[in-house]
């Protein structure tokens, strides 16, 4: 995020930015964890994606929802809770299947990825997105894309079904 914080957003302990060790700043003063929740359609493989807020950093991109880390809060847990806030994302209908861990050592994000086992309506729940959809697995490429969601997709995209 950038800017103060927006009216309606749901603020944590661990929610700041952290100079990390690879020279980079990273939101999420305990680590940052989003949710690529996934589900089969007639039409195939659809995942949710955010379009975040034009405040946000790197407002008006697409990315899985997600964010800082509460103090101890372990990241599967994060990334769930962040999605209902954000998405509206059901926790009781998705079963996580795998974790894809970032590690910078004084910092990390977890990507969680879950497939949806009963109805999920995503959809904008807070400030902090634009619009929230199911796409098709061939179309998030052509989204202008969060810079980080971007590198990692190609090796996301492998760890679905």
């Known amino acids: 995020m950038s800017g103060r914080p927006r009216q309606g ?10 100079d990390c060790t690879c020279g980079s700043r990273h939101w999420g003063l305990h680590g940052a964890a989003g949710l690529l929740l996934f589900r089969q359609a007639p039409v195939g493989t659809q995942v949710v994606l955010q379009h975040r807020a034009l405040w946000s950093d790197q407002g008006g991109t697409w990315g899985i929802p997600g964010g800082a880390l509460a103090p101890g809060e372990p990241a599967v847990d994060g990334a769930v809770r962040e999605a209902a806030e ?6 009781r209908a998705l079963e996580v299947v795998a974790t894809r861990v970032l590690d ?3 910092w990390s994000y977890t990507t969680v990825i879950a497939a949806a086992t ?27 894309l969060l810079t980080a969601f971007a590198t990692a997709w190609p090796v996301l995209r492998e760890l679905l079904p």
């Open 118 to 144: 009963g109805p999920q309506h995503p959809r904008p729940t807070d400030p902090e997105s634009l619009d929230v959809a199911w796409v098709g697995l061939d179309d998030v490429a052509d989204r202008p």
């Open 86 to 91: 954000e998405a509206g994302i059901d926790p």
């Open 104 to 106: 910078h050592g004084s």
């Open 9 to 18: 957003l749901h603020r944590q302990p661990g929610d700041a930015w952290l």
